[in-house]
């Protein structure tokens, strides 16, 4: 009977590695989506088709959408990383009692 064979598991990223891994790219996508969204739609029409009783400026309009176009591809580049993550951090064996 062989030996058991070792199997080389990555050592877990840092904090900041897994969070710049998905919030940088995040960052720059949401700033292309921004620029490419409010080149045709202009913030203030779209307050008034949406919120027209909430006094929302320009700037204002364009921050919250550059936020908003951040948490969708955020939550994207999240899942991706989820989907990535190595099978043998959740295929371990079950500890024996």
């Not at 919030?23 to 027209?52: E, H, K, N, Y």
């Not at 948490?71 to 959740?90: E, G, K, N, Q």
Request: aromatic letters at 16%.
């Amino acid at each position: 009977m062989s030996p058991p064979v070792e199997r080389f598991d990555h050592p877990p990223r840092p904090l900041a590695q897994r969070l710049g891994a998905i919030l940088w790219p995040s960052f720059f996508a949401a700033g292309v989506a921004t620029m490419v969204f409010f080149a045709v739609v202009d913030p203030l029409t779209l307050r008034d088709m949406t919120f027209p009783d909430i006094d929302i400026s320009r700037g204002l309009g364009y921050t919250i959408g550059f936020f908003m176009f951040w948490a969708c591809t955020a939550a994207s580049s999240l899942f991706t990383w989820i989907l990535l993550r190595p099978a043998s951090r959740f295929n371990k064996p079950l500890a024996k009692d």
